[in-house]
Protein backbone atom coordinates (compact mmCIF):
# COMPACT_ATOMS: atom_id res chain seq x y z
CA UNK A 1 0.00 0.00 0.00
CA UNK A 2 1.44 3.50 -0.67
CA UNK A 3 1.94 6.81 1.31
CA UNK A 4 -0.62 8.58 -0.85
CA UNK A 5 -3.45 8.71 2.02
CA UNK A 6 -2.09 10.94 3.75
CA UNK A 7 -0.17 13.68 0.72
CA UNK A 8 -1.34 16.83 1.99
CA UNK A 9 -2.14 16.93 5.38
CA UNK A 10 0.72 18.02 8.40
CA UNK A 11 1.70 15.00 10.30
CA UNK A 12 3.85 13.94 13.52
CA UNK A 13 5.81 10.43 13.84
CA UNK A 14 5.97 8.82 16.76
CA UNK A 15 9.27 6.46 16.74
CA UNK A 16 9.36 2.77 17.87
CA UNK A 17 10.92 3.96 21.48
CA UNK A 18 7.37 6.48 22.14
CA UNK A 19 9.63 9.50 21.39
CA UNK A 20 8.22 12.20 18.60
CA UNK A 21 10.09 12.60 15.62
CA UNK A 22 11.80 16.54 15.96
CA UNK A 23 13.73 19.37 14.20
CA UNK A 24 16.44 19.79 16.91
CA UNK A 25 19.09 22.61 16.24
CA UNK A 26 22.16 22.16 16.75
CA UNK A 27 23.84 25.25 15.49
CA UNK A 28 24.49 25.23 11.68
CA UNK A 29 22.71 22.15 11.40
CA UNK A 30 18.64 20.69 11.95
CA UNK A 31 18.94 16.89 12.73
CA UNK A 32 15.42 15.07 12.83
CA UNK A 33 15.71 13.17 16.19
CA UNK A 34 13.34 10.97 18.23
CA UNK A 35 13.42 13.35 20.54
CA UNK A 36 9.98 14.70 22.17
CA UNK A 37 7.71 13.17 24.21
CA UNK A 38 4.66 15.43 23.36
CA UNK A 39 3.89 17.19 20.09
CA UNK A 40 5.45 20.74 19.68
CA UNK A 41 5.92 22.80 16.55
CA UNK A 42 9.21 21.02 15.76
CA UNK A 43 7.35 18.07 15.38
CA UNK A 44 4.99 18.91 12.58
CA UNK A 45 5.78 18.11 9.00
CA UNK A 46 3.93 18.64 6.01
CA UNK A 47 3.46 16.49 3.38
CA UNK A 48 3.46 16.62 -0.35
CA UNK A 49 3.05 15.08 -3.34
CA UNK A 50 6.05 15.37 -6.31
CA UNK A 51 5.11 14.52 -9.94
CA UNK A 52 6.88 11.61 -10.02
CA UNK A 53 4.90 10.17 -6.97
CA UNK A 54 7.50 10.59 -4.34
CA UNK A 55 6.78 12.80 -1.29
CA UNK A 56 8.61 15.51 0.55
CA UNK A 57 8.47 16.39 4.35
CA UNK A 58 8.50 20.41 5.19
CA UNK A 59 9.32 21.01 9.04
CA UNK A 60 8.30 24.23 10.36
CA UNK A 61 11.00 26.47 9.11
CA UNK A 62 9.85 25.47 5.52
CA UNK A 63 13.12 23.60 5.04
CA UNK A 64 12.92 20.28 2.90
CA UNK A 65 14.04 17.22 5.21
CA UNK A 66 16.91 15.37 3.25
CA UNK A 67 19.39 12.76 3.19
CA UNK A 68 22.81 14.69 4.57
CA UNK A 69 25.52 12.02 3.99
CA UNK A 70 27.92 13.30 6.84
CA UNK A 71 31.07 11.25 7.45
CA UNK A 72 29.73 8.01 5.85
CA UNK A 73 26.22 8.49 8.05
CA UNK A 74 22.78 9.15 6.03
CA UNK A 75 21.58 11.51 8.77
CA UNK A 76 17.94 13.14 7.99
CA UNK A 77 18.26 17.02 8.16
CA UNK A 78 16.21 19.98 7.30
CA UNK A 79 18.11 21.12 5.34
CA UNK A 80 16.91 22.37 1.95
CA UNK A 81 14.54 25.22 1.33
CA UNK A 82 13.66 23.99 -2.22
CA UNK A 83 13.22 19.93 -2.27
CA UNK A 84 15.98 17.97 -4.62
CA UNK A 85 16.46 14.48 -5.57
CA UNK A 86 17.52 13.52 -1.68
CA UNK A 87 14.39 15.37 -0.31
CA UNK A 88 12.39 12.65 -2.14
CA UNK A 89 11.05 9.50 0.04
CA UNK A 90 8.77 6.98 -1.42
CA UNK A 91 6.50 5.98 1.95
CA UNK A 92 4.44 2.58 2.53
CA UNK A 93 1.83 2.00 4.97
CA UNK A 94 1.71 -1.27 6.79
CA UNK A 95 -0.74 -1.23 8.90
CA UNK A 96 -4.79 -1.93 8.28
CA UNK A 97 -5.64 0.75 10.38
CA UNK A 98 -2.99 3.12 8.22
CA UNK A 99 -0.90 4.48 11.52
CA UNK A 100 2.24 2.56 10.55
CA UNK A 101 4.55 3.56 8.06
CA UNK A 102 7.86 3.21 6.87
CA UNK A 103 9.87 5.67 4.38
CA UNK A 104 12.45 4.69 2.40
CA UNK A 105 15.03 7.26 1.28
CA UNK A 106 16.63 7.95 -2.65
CA UNK A 107 19.26 4.92 -1.69
CA UNK A 108 16.87 2.50 -1.20
CA UNK A 109 17.46 2.86 2.64
CA UNK A 110 14.65 2.87 5.23
CA UNK A 111 14.80 5.81 7.52
CA UNK A 112 15.49 4.21 11.20
CA UNK A 113 15.77 5.82 14.61
CA UNK A 114 19.49 5.10 15.58
CA UNK A 115 20.53 4.92 19.19
CA UNK A 116 23.61 7.22 19.75
CA UNK A 117 23.56 7.33 23.08
CA UNK A 118 21.94 10.15 24.23
CA UNK A 119 20.55 10.88 21.15
CA UNK A 120 18.17 9.06 18.72
CA UNK A 121 18.93 10.54 15.10
CA UNK A 122 16.56 9.40 11.79
CA UNK A 123 19.14 8.19 9.44
CA UNK A 124 18.71 6.11 6.15
CA UNK A 125 20.52 2.98 7.58
CA UNK A 126 18.25 0.00 6.85
CA UNK A 127 17.77 -2.32 3.66
CA UNK A 128 15.55 -4.20 5.57
CA UNK A 129 12.51 -2.77 7.58
CA UNK A 130 12.90 -3.77 11.21
CA UNK A 131 10.78 -2.38 14.27
CA UNK A 132 13.27 0.95 14.28
CA UNK A 133 12.12 1.86 10.88
CA UNK A 134 8.32 1.76 12.15
CA UNK A 135 7.02 4.99 12.51
CA UNK A 136 3.78 6.08 14.16
CA UNK A 137 1.50 8.57 11.83
CA UNK A 138 -0.72 11.35 13.67
CA UNK A 139 -2.75 13.35 11.44
CA UNK A 140 -2.86 16.62 12.72
CA UNK A 141 -4.28 18.21 9.70
CA UNK A 142 -4.65 19.72 6.68
CA UNK A 143 -1.60 22.19 5.31
Excluded: W
Excluded at 2 to 12: H, K
Excluded at 75 to 86: G, H, L, M, R, S
Excluded at 117 to 125: D, L, Q, T, V
Amino acid sequence: MSFERIQNFVIALQADDGLYLSRINRGSINPIEAAKSQIDPYCRFTVTQMQNGLFVLQADTGLYLSRINRNGIDAIEAAKQTPDTYCQFSGFVLSEDRTHIVLQADTGLYLSRINRGSINPIEAAKSQIDPYCQFKVEFLGFV
